[in-house]
């Protein structure tokens, strides 16, 4: 294989298999951000066990407003959680567009490509621009994946103050 010079550039292997290196960084990325949501997950769920001894041991009866807020905060953020955890819809043709790429990667609907008619596509397949448009279609999975998750660790965050001021705020739990 020749190599590469500074002003050559990379040669169609090489290019192939940074790309191939591009889209398992990214999907090991997409499965980080789902497990770090599961992981928050569980860990804010469980955290709630305490939350609601303490309430009911400071507050006494007078816990039953601020059970309330608390459950709708909790629920608030669970779904956030839930959020980053959701499929991320299809990018748009214009992220793709001018790649030249058939989408023989990742099939979207394998029912109305019939095997015979995918076996064809496959005859033409030119492996960069497959790559470069699945590649480009992971990193704007991510893209999303980081901003859900970047929201539920901030409901987090607010879930836990909006606690905090309820408690001291209502009835017998205040100051």
């Avoid at 090991?28 to 569980?42: E, P, T």
């Avoid at 507050?59 to 807020?69: D, E, K, Q, S, Y």
């Avoid at 959020?83 to 790429?101: D, K, M, N």
Wanted: aromatic share 10%; charged share 15%.
């Amino acid at each position: 294989m020749p190599e590469a010079t500074a002003t050559e550039g990379a040669t169609k292997q090489e290019r192939i298999d940074f790309l191939k290196q591009a889209m398992a960084f990214t999907e090991g990325n997409v499965r980080a951000y789902d497990m770090k949501a599961q992981i928050s997950l569980a860990a804010f769920v469980l955290s709630g066990n305490p939350l609601m001894a303490i309430i009911n041991g400071a507050c006494g009866t007078n816990a039953r407003p601020f059970l309330v807020i608390a459950l709708v905060v909790f629920m608030a953020t669970i779904l956030t959680y839930l959020w980053v955890l959701w499929p991320v819809a299809p990018p748009q043709r214009q992220l793709t567009e001018g790649v030249g790429a058939k989408n023989l990667f990742y099939i979207h609907n394998p029912l109305s490509t019939g095997a015979s008619q995918y076996s064809e596509s496959l005859k033409g397949l030119a492996v960069e621009p497959e790559l470069t448009a699945e590649a480009l279609k992971l990193s704007f999975i991510r893209s999303v994946k980081a901003r859900r998750f970047k929201s539920a660790l901030i409901a987090t965050v607010i879930a836990y103050l909006a606690m905090a001021a309820a408690f001291f705020a209502v009835g017998r739990c205040a100051f």
